[in-house]
């Protein structure tokens, strides 16, 4: 039995924030940009196999995200934030 992820679609502010986590390499976490990268790549259409293949991430971390994303969005289960430089105030990502 083939498994079909449920597809993501990001709003013009999620996929602003996305790409500026892309962007800030210094003051951003590895895990948390390709959490980006994942999120950013679901949205675009691609199916989990398709993001394994263009990122080298284990299955298990693409669908863990993907899952995680669906469930909350960028603001749910400190899904994208979760370092020093930027904040979670209830519902508000602060970056």
């Known amino acids: 039995?083939?498994?079909?992820?449920?597809?993501i679609e990001l709003t013009s502010v999620e996929i602003e924030k996305l790409e500026e986590l892309l962007r800030r390499k210094t003051s951003v976490s590895q895990g948390v940009a390709e959490r980006a990268r994942i999120i950013i790549l679901a949205g675009e259409g691609l199916t989990n196999e398709e993001i394994i293949k263009r990122t080298g991430l284990h299955r298990?971390?693409?669908?863990?995200?993907?899952?995680?994303?669906?469930?909350?969005?960028?603001?749910?289960?400190?899904?994208?934030i979760r370092n020093s430089h930027s904040e979670i105030f209830g519902d508000r990502l602060i970056i």
């Open 1 to 7: 039995m083939l498994f079909v992820a449920d597809s």
């Open 60 to 80: 298990n971390s693409v669908s863990k995200w993907r899952n995680r994303y669906l469930q909350g969005g960028i603001f749910g289960d400190r899904l994208i």
